[in-house]
């Protein structure tokens, strides 16, 4: 060995020195056996680890309709004084659409959707016409009514409940979870409701969209 | 039965010239590699052709190589584990190469042309195959490490997680473990004797089938181990598991309790 090895040797520690030899030793072994209290155990062990899995994935779920719950919040600011609730409802379909799964028949909605992405140039992924289908099928989107005009009264509550059906794709943790087998969209399979409401204020009373067009009374500025 | 147990337990009569070692313990895996392919490819090709008459022309038949592949070398560790409680590693080594390589096949053969050799090989994909080859590297390391199951038995799952890809291997997996709870259930009920007839037919069957001449030399030390009763030869339940996991649903053999 030449002498500068021999000086990095001294230096390695001795777990990193033995290594090559039991890597070499392991290599060579071909023992066959499985412990009993290992088989055993090892069933267990798995069925904790799907259900840290799935509730993991319940958790992320919570916080995407959080987030749907404040778009459909924001949008009823906004669309219920002009009559249109459909907008409450799509906010919340377009929020949840990431996490919901692919499914068919695509609804006609959901291609609308992804077609009017594209022209804005916002390269929504390929599925993202049958995710929205499921978010839809999945989704229910409830809101209290304001207390007298929307127009008139400044300062409004309103309390928008989001609740989806989110499914349970972890083996042995989603019939845990769950009992029964349900169909949305034609999916069938283990589901949890996931719920997040959200309460606004409106700040301002006016109405935005007036005439219907997309642009406030007496056409673009 | 007496009988057989003791025959079983004896230790190895020494033979009064001993055989040439080496020229034992390194057969020529080339023939067995043939004779494995072979018989994969003859079983692929027939299970092909079967199903076709009642399948609906819009369902396209899966090709079953990789899958016969993956039995046939099951069975071939299943033998020389239950007989030796060792599973060679020329099998084990060239089972996971040749994994990765057949699962990059269908990618290759596109390019060429070739699309219907997908239909025939039935591979998963180069990219289940590096990622069964990781997950199964990952849980075979751990195991070892807290001494659940021996090297061989991890590089065993190593090559059919390669072979079959992640998905498939993860179900066969499972199907697996349930039969080997199951086994390791009985063998502590009788006190380790299912381990005694399991090696006793295995070890007739070695030499039935020709197979000895691949199997270790050495007689296994966990014959004489105290901890006898207390292992499993793993690779009897996986070979079983990952067989009939392409035919039983998974919901089946857990009772209902898995249904992804």
């Known amino acids: ?221 | 039965m007496t009988d057989t147990v003791q025959h079983v337990l004896a230790p190895q009569a020494l033979p009064d010239s001993p055989p040439d070692a080496s020229a034992l313990r390194s057969p020529s895996w080339l023939p067995l590699w043939i004779t494995l392919l072979s018989f994969s490819a003859v079983l692929a090709t027939t299970a092909l052709f079967l199903p076709i008459k009642p399948v609906a022309e819009n369902i396209q038949p899966t090709g079953l190589f990789m899958f016969a592949l993956a039995a046939i070398v099951c069975v071939t560790a299943a033998l020389s584990d239950a007989a030796t409680n060792r599973i060679p590693n020329p099998l084990t080594y060239t089972a996971a190469l040749l994994g990765l390589l057949l699962n990059c096949l269908p990618v290759l053969a596109r390019l060429f042309g070739f699309e219907k050799l997908d239909l025939w090989l039935g591979a998963a994909g180069p990219q289940q195959a590096l990622l069964g080859f990781a997950a199964a590297a990952v849980f075979g390391l751990v195991s070892v490490a807290i001494r659940g199951m021996g090297v061989g038995d991890s590089k065993f799952i190593i090559a059919i997680a390669s072979i079959l890809g992640f998905s498939h291997a993860c179900v066969a997996l499972l199907s697996a473990l349930c039969i080997a709870t199951v086994y390791a259930l009985i063998n502590l009920a009788v006190a380790g004797r299912l381990n005694i007839v399991l090696r006793f037919a295995a070890q007739q069957l070695v030499d039935l089938v020709c197979l000895k001449k691949w199997t270790p030399l050495e007689a296994p030390d966990i014959v004489q181990d105290k901890g006898f009763r207390g292992k499993i030869p793993l690779a009897v339940p996986l070979a079983i598991g990952v067989t009939i996991s392409r035919f039983i649903p998974l919901r089946i053999l857990t009772f209902g309790l898995i249904d992804a």
């Not at chain 1, 794709?169 to 996931?194: E, H, M």
């Not at chain 1, 959200?198 to 007496?218: E, I, L, Q």
């Open chain 1, 1 to 221: 060995m030449p002498t500068h090895s021999k000086k990095l040797h001294a230096f390695l520690p001795s777990w990193l020195k033995t290594a090559p030899a039991k890597l070499h030793t392991r290599l060579r072994d071909n023992r066959g056996t499985a412990s009993i209290t290992f088989i055993l155990c090892l069933p267990i062990f798995l069925f904790f680890v799907a259900i840290i899995c799935q509730y993991a994935l319940l958790a992320n779920a919570k916080l995407v309709v959080e987030q749907a719950a404040q778009a459909a919040a924001r949008s009823t600011v906004t669309s219920l004084s002009d009559d249109r609730p459909d907008r409450v409802y799509r906010a919340a379909y377009m929020a949840l659409t990431p996490l919901s799964p692919a499914v068919t028949p695509i609804d006609a909605e959901g291609t609308q959707v992804q077609d009017a992405l594209n022209d804005l140039g916002a390269q929504p992924f390929s599925s993202y016409s049958s995710r929205f289908t499921y978010a839809k099928n999945a989704t229910e989107v409830l809101w209290t009514s304001p207390r007298g005009s929307f127009v008139d009264n400044e300062a409004q509550p309103i309390e928008v409940t989001v609740n989806y059906q989110m499914p349970l794709t972890v083996p042995l943790a989603n019939i845990l979870l769950t009992q029964s087998k349900t169909a949305i969209a034609g999916r069938i399979g283990y589901y949890r409701t996931v719920t997040a409401t959200v309460k606004v204020v409106t700040a301002h009373s006016r109405t935005t969209r007036a005439d219907g067009n997309g642009w406030p009374s007496g056409g673009p500025p």
